[in-house]
């Protein structure tokens, strides 16, 4: 066993580990972690700052996207465009289980194509937990519903998960984006059936509300919010459609896309310059630890990869697995997304195992971005059921429920969808076998 092996694997452990115990700031684990690393394996300083400067290259554009569509969506979010939404929505259900149910996961999907679940929980639950206690329908199934919503479409260019996997695969973000919008439809309609079978066992459960009580409990809530300013309300609503359908077109490079549309959206809901001022200030608030994590996977990747240990740790793991498992091991990895996602924790899933799998993958001659699609369309939908993810909690304390509930209630539920979503996967050819 080589020097380099041996320091591959202590470091992931720690990796792992301090992540898992949340010890140390990510951002310094994936500075300190990698240098001692390389050290320790002979390198100087002058080659590794070398390596960083590559690795930073790489992540720069992925930041830079990530820090403005942060800002932008923050900004629509509080001017109200998914009220809007929200309450478009509710006109059409009925005192219908099954309608109330749909409607959440047509709600919460549609907020969290912000990328933010601390957005769709704060926009979904105020909204829904009335009707589902007058109806009688349990809160642990509005959660379920939410987390399969964020599963569905949280993964976008701009959010968190598909962030984390291009910064440690380099993959062209808006390649894997249209590759996983498929899945996404699939896992929507494996979501609508998941509200049939829910509805069933609600009504068991004596969920229901009479049509004349229905009707009042909707009207208040339509009723209880009043549009300030309607034309400045169609235009944010006009801006956020137009500015996801030229994303998705890919005529406009995204990082580019979001500076113009932040910079509309600031002089036009903020015509007074100190307020716009004040505003991108607090912003920047919630967006700089993002882009200081970019930053630094950027000399993580740049270390491990330029360094030879990632290399070193994938060609010992396929030299003791058989030749006919290797080119499958990542599926097996996928399959079980949502247990080790309840488990470890976005960051370790991404940081440590993805680019483990990725290129354990290589070594088989597996495609980096067929291993990227299996563990994100799996793993996404398992996120709000992690007691190691802060919007868990969020959305625990929002409907005062204990974690080994929702988790009881939610994971062979949502398990099922992840798998199934994976099969879909396979069946169709974005993920060939």
């Not at 830079?64 to 001017?79: G, N, Q, W």
């Not at 990227?372 to 190691?388: D, F, K, N």
Request: aromatic share 10%.
């Amino acid at each position: 066993m080589s020097l380099m092996l041996i320091v591959g694997i202590v470091m992931f452990g720690v990796l792992t580990w301090c992540l898992l115990k949340n010890t140390f700031p990510p951002a310094v684990l994936f500075i300190i972690l990698p240098t001692l690393a390389a050290v320790v394996c002979g390198f100087g300083f002058k080659a590794l700052s070398e390596y960083v400067a590559s690795g930073l290259k790489s992540v720069v554009g992925t930041a830079t996207l990530v820090a403005f569509s942060a800002m932008f969506f923050t900004l629509m979010k509080e001017a109200g465009v998914f009220d809007v939404i929200v309450r478009f929505i509710l006109r059409f259900v009925s005192e219908s289980v099954f309608s109330v149910l749909l409607a959440t996961l047509i709600i919460s999907s549609i907020c969290s194509l912000d990328g933010n679940a601390y957005a769709t929980l704060l926009v979904t639950v105020p909204a829904l937990l009335p009707i589902y206690e007058k109806m009688n329908i349990s809160k642990k199934t509005l959660l379920l519903l939410i987390t399969v919503g964020v599963g569905v479409t949280g993964i976008t260019p701009w959010g968190g998960s598909l962030n984390r996997a291009i910064a440690v695969t380099h993959l062209n973000i808006l390649d894997v984006y249209y590759n996983l919008l498929p899945l996404q439809g699939v896992l929507f309609l494996l979501g609508v059936v998941l509200c049939w079978y829910m509805a069933k066992v609600e009504v068991k459960n004596n969920a229901g509300i009479d049509h004349a009580a229905f009707l009042a409990l909707r009207n208040d809530f339509l009723l209880s919010k009043k549009i300030q300013n309607k034309w400045l309300l169609r235009f944010n609503f006009s801006l956020v459609i137009a500015t996801i359908v030229i994303l998705v077109g890919g005529w406009v490079a995204g990082n580019y896309l979001f500076m113009i549309a932040f910079s509309i959206a600031t002089v036009i809901n903020f015509p007074n310059p100190k307020d716009a001022q004040q505003k991108i200030k607090d912003y920047a608030l919630t967006v700089f630890p993002i882009i200081v994590i970019f930053l630094t996977i950027g000399v993580f990747v740049g270390i491990l990869q330029n360094t030879g240990i990632i290399t070193t740790l994938v060609t010992s793991m396929a030299a003791v697995l058989p030749a006919s498992l290797g080119p499958y091991l990542y599926l097996m990895l996928a399959a079980f997304s949502v247990p080790i996602v309840i488990l470890i924790g976005s960051d370790a899933f991404y940081f440590a195992l993805l680019p483990l799998a990725v290129g354990l993958g290589e070594t088989f001659h597996v495609s980096p971005m067929h291993v990227t699609i299996a563990m994100l369309i799996t793993e996404q939908i398992g996120l709000l059921l992690s007691p190691v993810i802060p919007a868990t909690h969020l959305g625990l304390n929002l409907l005062s429920l204990r974690v080994d509930e929702h988790i009881r209630h939610s994971i062979f539920k949502v398990w099922t969808l992840s798998v199934l979503a994976l099969i879909a996967a396979i069946a169709t050819g974005i993920i060939p076998v």
